[in-house]
């Protein structure tokens, strides 16, 4: 079990920045580097989950595949903050630290941002879904709104005024139509010619009746001349009055004529109308299905920050829990390079120290084999510049000996032969002082002391146990 947690511990370390090598050296750190990789650990673990949300929220998908893009978000993020540690180097600067520290610390409050996102809409999640019921009912009454304000369905209220008139005009049979107003009111008119014609008549009649029984009028008794009178002015009326009940009966009958036109008119532009009316009414139907489909379906994170931003704007608590919690993630985000700027501020440790150390010793070993190998290097070239002006003596001091014997020929009078096929050259006299197989054995023994004597100069230098 020990075992185990040391093993752990030392991947956290090495997660942290640590040098194996140096670790070994300087133990006192280990806790340290240890902290730090707990601390990526950590805010890898919040982006994953973060991501996870964010994936679900705006994409809808399966929570296990949500849960694969989060791990692989998480790893992305701790390397990241893994790249901004390791980029940090000790120095007791503060302008340096400065300068590496602000790029880092804004691109890790950039990362918090990101990460905490999520993971704020997760927590408010309850009253972000109250409120987008809201917002879509306000966006559907809005929309619906705007398809009755549309040119295409503006006189669609007429047109069910008009059948509503139209039906109640073929249900009275014509009665009901404010058209007929005129007709009417002339039909009245001769219904009051004819009620005043009727009372005159019966006015006049009785009084024919009393100046026959003497009872009003004259008082006597008889069809005298006063009854007479009364009698030639009572049908006088009645002939007013027939005529009057014929002026009636003529309006009263194109009153129904018109009524019944209107009734058909009404009835053969209702059928018209109707369909009309159920065309405009479906196509605004079918327009506000397809936007509630989509309202409804729309409530991916865009719309979640947008309720989320208006719950804030109207509960002032529930903007200051949202800003603390933000900033309560964005500061485990943070964490890690805010505490590596900390440490740098701090004097060395021992591990800095060492770390230093090892790299300088590094860079001087680096260094003296460089300089072997160019020695070795201007060695070999010298030799084979020897060998080449070696080979070079040895072809001339040849060709003077045949030019010398070809002169000894010609003065003892021989005549000179010529070759009828290339003579070959004489054998080289054998290679004695300037042979380049020993200088160069010499050389390279030389050069393997030298390595030998730079790899363990820094022995002296770097403690021993290292």
């Not at 694969?68 to 903050?81: E, P, Q, S, Y």
């Amino acid at each position: 079990m020990k075992v185990r947690q040391r093993r752990f511990g030392n991947g956290l370390a090495v997660l942290a920045g640590a040098r194996p090598d140096v670790l070994a050296a300087a133990p006192g750190a280990r806790a340290r580097f240890v902290a730090l990789g707990g601390v990526l650990l950590s805010t890898g673990g919040l982006a994953a989950v973060s991501a996870a949300f964010a994936v679900h929220m705006a994409l809808g998908v399966w929570w296990p595949f949500a849960l694969l893009v989060g791990l692989g978000w998480g790893a992305v993020i701790v390397n990241l903050d893994r790249m901004l540690l390791v980029g940090m180097a000790h120095d007791a600067s503060l302008k340096r630290n400065l300068v590496m520290a602000v790029p880092r610390v804004g691109l890790a409050l950039v990362l918090g941002v990101v990460v905490a996102t999520p993971l704020t809409l997760q927590v408010f999640h309850k009253e972000i879904d109250t409120e987008i019921v809201q917002m879509q009912a306000e966006a559907a009454d809005a929309y619906r709104a705007g398809l009755e304000a549309d040119t295409r369905f503006a006189h669609l209220p007429a047109l069910e005024e008009r059948i509503a008139s139209q039906e109640s005009i073929v249900a009275s049979g014509g009665v009901a139509d404010a058209g007929l107003t005129g007709v009417r009111a002339e039909v009245t008119a001769k219904q009051t010619v004819l009620d005043q014609a009727v009372s005159t008549g019966r006015q006049l009649e009785a009084k024919a009746q009393c100046e026959l029984d003497g009872t009003c009028g004259t008082g006597e008794r008889g069809s005298g001349t006063a009854y007479q009178q009364a009698r030639a002015a009572a049908d006088a009326q009645a002939a007013v009055v027939a005529s009057a009940r014929s002026s009636l009966d003529a309006a009263v009958a194109a009153s129904s004529a018109a009524e019944g036109r209107s009734a058909q008119l009404a009835g053969s532009s209702l059928d018209g109308d109707r369909a009309e009316v159920a065309r405009l009414t479906a196509e605004q139907d079918r327009l506000q299905t397809a936007f509630d489909a989509t309202n409804e379906g729309s409530g991916g994170i865009l719309l979640r920050l947008e309720a989320l931003d208006r719950l804030g704007n109207e509960n002032g608590t529930l903007a200051m829990a949202q800003f603390m919690l933000s900033l309560l993630f964005m500061c485990v985000e943070i964490l890690p390079v805010l505490m590596k700027l900390l440490l740098n501020f701090a004097p060395p440790s021992a591990y800095d120290r060492l770390a230093a150390l090892r790299d300088s010793g590094d860079v001087e070993i680096e260094e003296l084999a460089q300089e072997s190998r160019l020695t070795v290097a201007q060695a070999k070239e010298e030799l084979l510049v020897l060998a080449e002006r070696e080979r070079v003596d040895r072809q001339k001091a040849a060709i003077l000996a045949r030019r010398r014997a070809a002169i000894a020929d010609l003065a003892a009078g021989r005549p000179e032969q010529t070759p009828t096929a290339p003579t070959a050259e004489p054998a080289e006299p054998p290679r004695q002082s300037w042979d380049t197989g020993p200088i160069l054995g010499l050389a390279r023994n030389a050069a393997a002391r030298t390595v030998r004597s730079v790899r363990r100069r820094p022995a002296d230098r770097v403690p021993t146990a290292v």
